[in-house]
């Protein structure tokens, strides 16, 4: 079982960038497919981004052309670059992994999340 770890959240002005990470303890991590979920508070739990085995990267409408998901297989990594933050983008991001996921594609496989981080958007 893969455990998860982000990092990166904190307090930002509108306009701001922040970068999470989320470290993943596998040594398949390159066989996963990975994505970064946010959940304000009301709301149901989003998928923002993800990005398949084959670095094939998938986002919402909601942040596209605003946020970069990324990894890194030789350090077990993602990322999550946010640029143009909005007070909307206010939640807990959560990592998620799959294994084995569907070929080239963001579904099937069993679950794994993180603990999450808060990323907070106001003036």
């Known amino acids: 079982q893969v455990q998860l770890v982000e990092s990166g959240g904190g307090w930002v002005q509108p306009g701001g960038s922040l970068r999470l990470s989320c470290v993943a303890s596998?040594?398949?991590?390159?066989?996963?497919?990975m994505g970064w979920y946010r959940q304000a508070p009301g709301k149901q739990r989003e998928l923002i981004a993800a990005?398949?085995?084959?670095?094939?990267?998938n986002y919402s409408d909601s942040v596209r052309g605003r946020f970069t998901i990324s990894r890194d297989n030789a350090k077990n990594t993602i990322y999550l670059q946010m640029d143009s933050l909005e007070p909307e983008d206010t939640a807990v991001y959560l990592c998620n992994a799959r294994f084995p996921p569907h070929y080239n594609s963001y579904t099937g496989g069993e679950n794994y999340w993180g603990q999450g981080t808060q990323v907070t958007v106001s003036s």
């Open positions: 990005v398949t085995v084959g670095g094939t990267t």
């Open positions: 596998t040594d398949s991590f390159r066989a996963y497919a």
